[in-house]
């Protein structure tokens, strides 16, 4: 059975398949801009090819969009994504320098 949720204290939807993790969408959120930066989407490579990781990416964005947030796509499947569904062009922001700079704070926290 493969769900997908949010995990926010983790800042990424996860793929699981019964109680394993296979895949993620990893974001940083910008709350004060009320943006959502997604910068990483993978899916196991033993789930490759079933269409699981634009699964992920739907229901990701569909949440970010309830959430009343902008996708910041710097993630290279998100971007892919969101150019084969125009459905989301109203809610997208293209990334800019001050974007990458608030992910590479953003991450470098997490680490400490």
């Known amino acids: 059975m493969i769900t997908i949720r949010n ?3 983790r800042g990424r939807f996860e793929v699981f398949d019964a109680d394993a993790m296979i895949g993620q969408a990893a974001y940083v959120d910008d709350i004060a801009a ?3 930066i997604f910068y990483h989407t993978e899916i196991s490579e033993e789930y490759g090819g ?3 990781a634009g699964v992920l990416a ?3 964005l569909d949440e970010t969009v309830a959430a009343g947030l902008t996708i910041v796509p710097v993630c290279p499947y998100i ?4 150019g084969k569904h125009p459905g ?6 293209a990334p ?7 992910l590479s704070a953003s991450l470098a926290q997490r680490v400490r």
């Open 7 to 9: 995990n926010p204290e």
């Open 34 to 36: 009320d943006q959502r």
């Open 50 to 52: 079933r269409g699981l």
């Open 58 to 60: 739907a229901q990701a």
């Open 79 to 82: 971007k892919k994504y969101l």
């Open 88 to 93: 989301y062009a109203a809610n997208v922001l």
């Open 96 to 102: 800019t320098p001050a974007h990458l700079r608030f």
